[in-house]
């Protein structure tokens, strides 16, 4: 195959045959020893991103955002939910330029959280994947 047929067809494949996929981050949650992970795609409307339950006691909301003003984040919020209703007892938040290796834990490490009134244990750690 020539040179430009195969540089015609890469293009072909990388911009004009399909759509473009966005950069996600991914969360990986261990409780309970069971795991869940958690993506989230790029919004412009980060109050509208869904937490999900994690086990009894947590639920887990990852956003992925890329606004105009005041440009791109991602953000973990994790909910203790002992008293039936989520409140708020971690939030990180990530500014890019995003580490997409996924070695050592991707961007944010390993991380703890704790639910204070049952000492329950989540563990996460978080990816960019291109």
């Known amino acids: 195959m020539p040179a430009w047929a195969r540089v ?38 980060p109050y509208r991103g869904q937490g999900h339950k994690i086990g009894r006691y947590f639920e887990f909301k990852l956003v992925h955002a890329e606004l105009p003003g005041t440009g791109a984040f991602i953000r973990i919020y994790t909910y203790g939910m002992s008293s039936g209703d989520p409140v708020l007892i971690h939030q990180a938040t990530y500014r890019p330029p995003f580490d997409p290796r996924t070695a050592a834990y991707g961007f944010t490490g390993f991380q703890y959280v704790y639910e204070p009134s049952k000492s329950s244990e989540l563990q996460y750690w978080c990816e960019y994947v291109r």
């Open 8 to 45: 015609s067809l890469l293009l072909c494949g990388l911009l004009l045959c399909g759509h473009a996929r966005a950069a996600t981050a991914r969360c990986h949650v261990v409780y309970g020893g069971e795991e869940w992970t958690v993506d989230a795609a790029p919004t412009a409307s």
